[in-house]
């Protein structure tokens, strides 16, 4: 483990990262907190915040969003513009009126499984668990738990075949 | 009001902007013409464009992109990867085939009311009103205007129970 | 055709891309191996990857993503937030679990055709071809060809109405 990428590119924000070896990270990359093993690849545009867990030998592509909660298994496909969701009731205040803090809601953790290909432009809600080898379309929004080796589309995602 | 975030980070663009106090800005977001009002928050990669007006104590995730003509209240939530639309009939040239100006489209506002919420991924049409308190879930296609308190979420968007 | 857009703006990554007269690249555009035509205009947050042609007097609105395979004929309209794909089967690995390189996928091109319009949030399958004048709404997932002339929306497509 190291604290840099492998690569040098300019225009990145780089903050407390633990990078597994080869690890390459484009332009515009706002990394903090994370932990990204070793020859994954982060597109540009992306944000991965604190606390997320990316495995190996993963893509995250251009215009994604990790938040804190995601965890990634190793070989896992994220396309452009992924974004995931971490809390089921988003407020900008809690009800006192107040910025809400980190105590004001609960992490809804993401665990997506080896393997596994999120289409571009899909949304993760929180809570939700992506099967070992499944398969969600481009734009699909999932809301539910998507089982091993499933193929899922659509809004809210549901299953279209098994692979 | 000032004319500079309180905090400071690398790669932004603001240009013309009115800050209210307290207000954070992240790194890479290009903001211009517009008003963010005291105690917001505005994430990485956002483009506010020029007319817009922000509230007080908004949170703006990152990647969402707010056109001219959008109005945010106080206390409105943003998500991750919002679009906001101002045009019925986008195109790149007038029938003249000459490049689009600002006289060859109908400017159509979006105000999104106290307290609402814009799950991530949402695109909200031009033209319509968000109710206060409301929630739009995540990935939803906004083309109506959505009652005060009311949860909304599909393509198109349609009610799915009141909050 | 020059080797540089004819606006400056701060925070790009331009290289070996051929811009015809008068092209605007905002900041924060990542742009290689490309070729752009004369008068187009490319927002923020935007990343044009290496084979993608770009016809003249196009808009390229913020947070777009154009993948190795798209060819945009002249006065398109690609609004924001809008996604190309060029692979049916993403992954991260090949079957042997070296990360996917070149040989390991086929190329599905898009071609969009003269004077048609994506709207914001878009997503566009790789293999299809958009006809030319017609209108994609904001939010659709394309997933088969459109006829020219012709208005689609939701996920996936589906005509609405002949414009």
């Known amino acids: 483990m190291g604290i840099a990428p492998s690569n040098d590119a300019p225009f990145r924000t780089i903050d407390d990262v633990?990078?597994?070896?080869?690890v390459i990270v484009r332009s515009f990359a706002n990394l903090y907190?994370?932990?990204?093993?070793?020859?994954?690849?982060?597109g540009t545009f992306v944000e991965i915040q604190r606390g997320v867990v990316v495995g190996a030998r993963c893509k995250?592509?251009?215009?994604s969003f990790l938040c804190e909660g995601v965890e990634l298994?190793?070989?896992?496909?994220?396309?452009?513009?992924?974004?995931?969701?971490?809390?089921?009731?988003?407020a900008a205040t809690a009800a006192t009126g107040e910025l809400k803090g980190p105590e004001d809601w609960e992490l809804l953790r993401v665990r997506v499984a080896r393997r596994a290909s999120l289409g571009s432009g899909a949304v993760v809600m929180g809570g939700v668990t992506v099967g070992?080898?499944?398969?969600?379309g481009a734009g699909a929004v999932v809301t539910r738990d998507v089982a091993a080796g499933a193929v899922v589309a659509g809004v809210p995602a549901r299953a279209v075949r098994s692979a």
Chains 1, 2, 3 share one sequence.
């Open 18 to 22: 633990e990078f597994g070896d080869g």
């Open 33 to 42: 907190g994370c932990r990204i093993g070793a020859g994954t690849t982060i």
């Open 60 to 63: 995250i592509q251009s215009h």
């Open 73 to 90: 298994e190793d070989e896992v496909f994220v396309g452009h513009g992924v974004l995931f969701v971490n809390d089921r009731y988003p």
């Open 132 to 136: 070992e080898g499944a398969l969600v």
